[in-house]
């Protein structure tokens, strides 16, 4: 009699342990279902405010890029080549002696085209068209061009470069294009007086509204860089003529503007 009482109380225990067990595993099923349905997820909205702000540096250009095209023309392509050959490394060689590097001499194109004639007649009596027909055209020569970009890292001395080109022959001269070489120094000042300045608009903001600032939620930028001349135009001439003597060429100085809009949590 004993042994079936303590039979029947333990199959009790063991049914109120598993409904215990059955009770905490529903809670926490309608938990998990109620923080899906009703909680928040990381994209639900924000209460959030966006500021711009905008920062500016000035730098003198460090570098003048030079830009020079030989072009030369004879009756077959091997005769212009070596042409165009003789003039650019002889404009190389004096470009060479100011004390250009190779790294800072770039071909940007080199070019082999024909040179066409067109033979004209008259036309016939009583036809109406113009005064002269064009025939087919032939091929009577080529024209071979190169063009070189050259980086002259001692500004004071790009009227000199000028001045040798030209002294050489060099049909097409562009430049000097005064710049910053590298400009990410530049940039990042330009950057962080930006940042800085959205993050006092933004507290200033914060506080006339009577929230809390939050973390920051989304960042962009913008840069634009141009350069402030003194009194020598907007950056440089095209010369096909001879350079007689150096040009005088006031640098002037490189502006950076960087503008970046942020956004904050408010609370």
């Not at 004390?99 to 800072?104: C, L, N, R």
């Amino acid at each position: 009699m004993n042994q079936l009482i303590n039979e029947l109380s333990s199959n009790k225990v063991i049914r109120a342990a598993l409904a215990a067990v059955l009770i905490v595993l529903t809670l926490f099923l309608v938990a998990k279902t109620w923080h899906a349905v009703f909680d928040k997820g990381p994209n639900d909205y924000v209460n959030t405010i966006t500021v711009e702000g905008t920062g500016r540096t000035a730098a003198i250009p460090d570098t003048a890029r030079i830009t020079f095209t030989v072009i030369e023309s004879a009756a077959n392509v091997a005769d212009a080549q070596d042409a165009a050959t003789k003039r650019t490394d002889d404009a190389l060689d004096a470009i060479s002696k100011m004390g250009v590097e190779d790294k800072d001499i770039k071909t940007l194109s080199y070019n082999v085209s024909p040179k066409y004639e067109y033979t004209q007649r008259p036309c016939a009596p009583g036809m109406m068209c113009a005064a002269y027909v064009s025939n087919s055209p032939r091929i009577v020569g080529y024209d071979v061009s190169q063009t070189i970009q050259v980086k002259v890292r001692d500004t004071a001395r790009a009227g000199e470069a000028l001045e040798a080109l030209g002294s050489l022959g060099v049909q097409n001269i562009s430049g000097p294009e005064f710049v910053v070489d590298d400009e990410s120094s530049v940039k990042n000042e330009a950057r962080e007086e930006a940042i800085q300045e959205a993050r006092m608009k933004a507290k200033d903001l914060a506080k006339d509204l009577g929230v809390r600032l939050g973390k920051v939620v989304s960042y962009s930028e913008g840069n634009q860089g141009y350069p402030m001349y003194d009194d020598y135009g907007k950056g440089g001439a095209m010369m096909n003529a001879e350079i007689r003597s150096a040009p005088s060429l006031p640098v002037g100085e490189n502006e950076t503007n960087v503008t970046v809009m942020v956004t904050y949590e408010i609370h």
